[in-house]
């Protein structure tokens, strides 16, 4: 069966370059030639799930107290209770499909619904400003942005191509027809020189007032490419770094990114988190950068 990566990667951007992120999570996957086909023949696996796509769906009170959370999908009852909502619908694969081995951005991790509570409890943070999501995935979070605000422009990115096919139709999903020009997508390759080229090409050189993260670390060596995508993005007058990091079975700790952080110039405030291990993080820049 043709995969929907295969099916669909002639709407990507001819700009774009060909990555996945298990290049950097496994030794022995190399980046692929320019002149290798995708539609390689596939082992046959009795055990592989038949259906592995998942349709994600939530229900996000925008009056929210301390006691509320986002409602995923099932819970009917509490739906039809909610008079002032925003509904997300996202396409992606289930979390143990193989899919999500080459491509992590293709499902839904739980620091996502996590920072979406933490976002729908403080829109002022995020009305009437320009707004990035790294590292975007399918999109929850930069999606929501986009329909809580009334005024503000979303960019969402992610680096891996995958994850960008999934990306783009579910922004086309859930994009609102009146202000269809305040949500674009774009492949950012996190890196000081690739963020300055990303700016000038799609965003005409203007950083962003807030930039939104969850569940973008797995790996050491991503973490300095990062700082230097967040300190050529992000605003120095008043940008803030809007973080979620779960933990989990990964060779890197929180630790060591608020580390980084400092040493890349950027104070942190912890202003959430759950008994479970989940963790959010505002970043500025410190005063005297």
Not at 186 to 204: K, P, R, Y
Request: charged fraction near 30%; charge should be negative.
């Amino acid at each position: 069966m043709t995969s929907i990566a295969s099916k669909e990667a002639k709407n990507g951007t001819s700009s774009e370059v060909r990555w996945t992120d298990d290049m950097i999570r496994w030794d022995d996957v190399k980046p692929k030639d320019e002149n290798d086909s995708d539609e390689e023949e596939p082992m046959f696996d009795p055990f592989k799930d038949p259906d592995p796509v998942k349709m994600f769906n939530y229900r996000f009170p925008l009056s929210m107290n301390e006691e509320s959370s986002c409602v995923e999908e099932g819970n009917d009852e509490i739906k039809a209770n909610c008079s002032n909502f925003v509904d997300v619908e996202l396409r992606g694969y289930k979390t143990d499909a193989d899919e999500v081995w080459q491509s992590t951005g293709v499902t839904l991790w739980r620091a996502a619904t996590y920072l979406c509570d933490y976002m729908v409890k403080h829109v002022d943070i995020f009305e009437n400003k320009r707004i990035l999501e790294l590292g975007a995935g399918l999109g929850l979070n930069g999606i929501l942005a986009h329909q809580m605000t009334t005024q503000s422009f979303v960019c969402l990115t992610d680096g891996d191509s995958d994850a960008l096919i999934h990306l783009r139709y579910n922004m086309e999903q859930n994009k609102m027809q009146e202000r269809e020009k305040d949500v674009i997508c774009h492949q950012l390759i996190w890196g000081e020189e690739s963020s300055l080229a990303f700016l000038e090409q799609h965003c005409d050189g203007q950083t962003f007032d807030a930039l939104l993260a969850s569940d973008i670390i797995y790996v050491k060596c991503i973490i300095p490419p990062l700082w230097e995508t967040v300190r050529t993005l992000l605003n120095r007058d008043h940008g803030v770094l809007v973080m979620a990091f779960a933990k989990r079975r990964v060779p890197v700790s929180i630790d060591y990114v608020l580390e980084t952080a400092s040493e890349a110039g950027f104070d942190h405030e912890l202003v959430e988190e759950d008994e479970e291990g989940i963790w959010v993080y505002l970043f500025r820049w410190k005063e005297d950068v």
